[in-house]
């Protein structure tokens, strides 16, 4: 296996195969956003008394940010899965409510921004492609997400509001937020080693 | 929200493998996500309050505190859920408004989902209270097969979040020492929260740098075949436990259903 140093001593990424420091940086945004997803709750519950579940759907896309962001950053195949699955591992363990089933619903919401990005083969980070990254997450947990919060028993016509403001959601809080975020973060120059940090010096 | 830690008592469940006892959670939880009526869930919370004071040495008191919370969240279910739900033929009205209907079918299913949230944290909080998050894991390491460099990188970053909550806080009273007074209003929060969780997720990217160096220097991962320095074991008790989730919770069911009193998701209900 070839691989050179970069200039801060670490390994370069070796194909699309994960260092350490990937994992690791995964893992850290990823229980940095397990505590806001937990923050996030009240939100969610207020949200309900002011709109009730459309008011809820409108803020659900935040539950959704943690993989698109972890993939932004580090932009290797399973990053997306990994950086959801985590943060709910991280929630289990700060003791949320929801307990275990936390775990899949982790898996299925990051299954769809994994998608998105495994087509374009974790190359393309443009804004239309993390958009619709998230907005398609939101879309893949549906079924997990309505069926444990028993929205199926709910009007079909309600329904499709719903589907339509938890899509508008996902596009905003787990697609623009998180490029935002992004952004902003590799603007420092931490990222540098990272593959969002080359793809910006490649840039300039 | 209270967040809940391990709180290191030895007890019987204390002593159960982490990643059956995340298993059990989860089949109880699956098996109580099939129930719509207002009644069965309610065993289920009882259950829960009976497993915590004799095999989790967990106080009644303590356990009831904690699910205070979802109380309130119950009230808005009931009221969303009679407003909101897909009324069956012949449901009875309570009110109606213009476009909105309330109707008592549509309480009950509010109620029952209401008790749900709450069963399930009661469980959750069951689960936390007697596992150390070392110990899950490593468990879910030896025992679930999550690739090591992924568990032991979450756990390191479990780890961090102590130091980052510090961090923040100096943050913010470094920007304060400089004169920085975030606007007024929504928008000025945005601003605030902005200015803050920059700064602390560029500290937390050179901490991640700095302990992937250290790992890696450290031969971390390097192999596949590894050894552990604790190493959990899955005995019989634990395949016991599991399979005593299962089966409580399908008895309840079976009672409930015997009594005439469980109601499934049916498709009277559903879409």
Redesign the interface.
Known sequence: MSSRRDD????EPHGQS????D??????????FG?LY??W??VW?AA??LG??IGQEAVFGFWLAAGVLASYIVRLPGAAL?GES?AA??E??????????L??TGLVQGIGAELVFGIRRWRDYSLVTVVLAGAIAAVVAIPWNW????Y?????T??LVLFIVRVLSGALLAGVFPKL?GD??AA?G??S?YRIGRARSEAI | MTVFTYSDVDSWLRRRNPTAKLLAHLTITLVLTLVFDPVTPLAFVAGAFVIGAVLGRTPPTRLAASLLPFWLLSVSLVVTNALFVNQPEGATVIWAWGPFTATVEGALIGLSLAERVAAIAAFSVLFVMSTDPTDLVRSLVQQARVPPRLAYAALAGYRLLPALEREFETVRLAQRLRGYRAPAGPLGWWVEQRRLLIPVLAGAVRRTDRLALAMDSRGFAASRRRTHYRSMSWRWPDTAMLLGALIAALTILAVSAAFGILQLWTGALSV
């Open positions: 801060r001593g670490s390994i994960w260092r350490t420091r994992a690791l940086l995964i893992a850290v945004l990823a229980v940095v505590f937990l923050q709750l009240p519950l309900r008394g009730a579940q990994a985590l591992l991280a289990v363990l700060f003791g949320a409510a929801a307990g275990a089933p775990l899949i069926f444990r919060l028993g199926f028993a709910l009007d079909p309600f329904l975020l902003a973060l420092t931490v990222l080693g």
